[in-house]
């Protein structure tokens, strides 16, 4: 049997997801649903199709947030590490990455990460000049993006 070029080279890290993210995640959800739901309930005058059009909304809004959390991973591929969550995709060049820090600000900047705790990468090409990361298993991490960019510099 023959094993594709992907499956060879790719190795996979799905992000942690610490209790921080869980609770903020679930207090928005809550705060979502919320605001959808309880207007239903307060106003008899709604036809079947503006109750359909609410929840149908709702339920897009809260897969959205699911999808963006939850799908969170990071492949190290043969020529550039895929950062990926929901829709949002990043194709990292390693010969374009200059510095890994450690990090425990997540409300700003780009982000694709679900726990207080991560690295932020600092690469050439990027609009915001990093992305912010938290792979499950930081130190192996590390390791292999270390092998894959020997020149990068590392802060403690």
Known sequence: MLVGLWEVTAMVFRSKVDNFFAVTISITLLIIIAVFIIPLTLDSTRTLIETIVVLSLC????????????????????????????????????????????????????????????????????????????????????????ERCPYIQIDK
Not at 122 to 141: E, H
């Open 59 to 146: 339920v897009l809004i809260v897969g959205f947030i699911l999808w963006s959390a939850l799908s969170i991973k990071y492949v190290f591929n043969q020529d550039h590490l895929f950062v990926k969550g929901g829709p949002f995709r990043s194709r990292i060049p390693y010969d374009e990455i200059t510095k890994i820090s450690k990090t425990s600000e997540i409300f700003t900047g780009y982000r694709v990460l679900s726990s207080k705790n991560g690295i932020e990468i600092f690469y050439k090409k990027s609009s915001l000049g990093s992305v912010k990361i938290s792979p499950k298993d930081m130190d192996r991490f590390i390791v292999e993006i270390k």
